[in-house]
């Protein structure tokens, strides 16, 4: 690879793992008409208290019978996080909960009937000298295309598999593309979301541990 194309080629993947999954406008122009609002983007938030910056994400999403899409954040050892805010409207298959962490894990995922898209990037904060503000770093570290899963986990009758099951991905010679062992779970979760009907509540995030609870 020439360096003209390494650079088109790093600056693509440096958008996509900032901004999430390179929708087609015909694809979002459905989504919308659907009613599915998925918010995958990341912030940079300064909280005055701790005197610190943390990233914020939303997961948010949701699907009806032939499309959903979703997003969700977790740890990056792909442990839960739990919630700042829980977010609730009558509008379904949108914003759900708010997060703040030093850094994030981003899985993304789009559901065309039984065709599934997955990306999975990790995002940190980085400190450059002489700079007061940190700015993201982000890093793809799994994009699966044109997943299968056979089952239809949107109809009530699969509604017990839900979150049991992932996509097959598949790389350019047909062969397995492996999910990342750390993130199955919240890939799995993921999976029911975007087969979620009117979703109206979380799937990935986990709520705060109130005092009450630690004592």
């Known amino acids: 690879m020439d360096d003209s194309k390494k650079q088109k080629f790093e600056s693509a993947t440096s958008r996509h793992a900032l901004y999430g999954l390179a929708l087609p406008t015909n694809v979002l122009k459905a989504l919308h008409k659907r009613g599915i609002y998925c918010t995958p983007g990341i912030s940079v938030e300064h909280q005055h208290l701790a005197n610190r910056y943390v990233l914020r994400g939303v997961e948010s999403g949701g699907a009806v019978s032939d499309m959903g899409r979703a997003c969700a954040f977790v740890a990056p050892d792909g442990s839960p996080l739990p919630w700042l805010q829980s977010l609730h409207s ?41 700079q007061k503000r940190p700015t993201i770093v982000s890093k793809l570290l799994f994009r699966g295309r044109d997943g299968t899963l056979s089952i239809d986990l949107w109809k009530e009758e699969h509604r017990a598999l839900r979150g049991k099951l992932t996509p097959i991905f598949y790389d350019r010679a047909g062969d397995v593309l492996p999910l990342p062992q750390p993130f199955e779970a919240a890939a799995r979760k993921l999976s029911a979301q975007v087969c979620c009907v009117g979703c109206n509540h979380t799937h990935v995030g986990v709520p705060p541990v109130t005092v009450g609870e630690i004592a």
């Open 90 to 130: 009558i509008a379904v298959n949108g914003r759900h909960a708010i997060f703040l962490a030093e850094s994030l894990l981003r899985l993304e995922m789009l559901r065309s009937v039984q065709t599934y898209e997955l990306a999975i990037t990790l995002h940190t904060l980085s400190r450059e000298p002489g």
